[in-house]
Every structure is written in C-alpha cells, then in structure tokens.
Nanobody
C-alpha cells in the first residue's frame, strides 16, 4: 500500500513562492504516474500538474502553466511542486496522488477520478 505524505504548505503573500513536497513510503515511485491536485472550500478538486511514470515531461493545467513546476526524484521517492507568483486564487488544500495504471495526461484529464493513492493534503493560503 503506497503511502503519500505532503509537506511544505503554509501562508504565502501574493507574488510569493512555496515548495510542496510529497514523500512516498516505497522505493518504486518511478512505476507510478504522479500528480498534484487542489481543492478549495466549496469547489471541486482540480488537477494542477501530472507526470507519467519514470522520467517524463510533465503536463500542466492552465491554472499552473508558467508558474508551477512539478518534479520527481525517483531515487529519493519524492514529488515536488514549486509554486511561484502565487495569487489568492491558489488558496486550497493541495494533494499529491499516484497510480501505476495511469499516465500523466489521463490522470489530470480525468481530474484524479479513480486514482488509487492520495496523500492527506497540505493547506496553502495566499493572502496579504
């Protein structure tokens, strides 16, 4: 059973940056498609960025493209999300997800529906 633990959330000012990290319990992260999702209060979960298994080119949603960078370190079993130029609209709980049966595009396209493994989430609040 893959376990995912997010960290790095907190309070940031508009225009600021945060780096989220997701640590996995197994050394098989390279076998999984991975993704970051977020959910604001009263809103549906939305994808942010996803990656295929292995070392691959990431895909970004419009809400993240040009500002956020997803990366994975298969040797360290971590998945990071560097977030720059934050705005209050980025305020949400952020979740990392993994599934060995998806590719990155499908994981984001399907908005995480059916994805097997999820972290508990980390809160990001952007406010002055």
């Amino acid at each position: 059973q893959l376990q995912l633990v997010e960290s790095g959330g907190g309070l940031a000012q508009p225009g600021g940056s945060l780096r989220l990290s997701c640590t996995t319990s197994e050394n098989t992260l390279s076998n999984y498609a991975i993704g970051w999702f977020r959910q604001a209060p009263g809103q549906e979960r939305e994808p942010v960025a996803c990656m295929d298994p292995g070392d691959s080119v990431p895909s970004y949603e419009n809400n993240a493209r040009g500002r956020f960078t997803i990366s994975r370190d298969n040797a360290k079993n971590t998945v990071d999300l560097q977030m720059n130029a934050l705005t209050p609209a980025d305020t949400a709980a952020y979740y990392c997800a993994a599934d060995a049966t998806y590719n990155g595009d499908n994981m984001c396209l399907l908005r995480g529906i059916g994805v097997t493994f999820w972290g508990q989430g980390t809160q990001v609040t952007v406010s002055s």
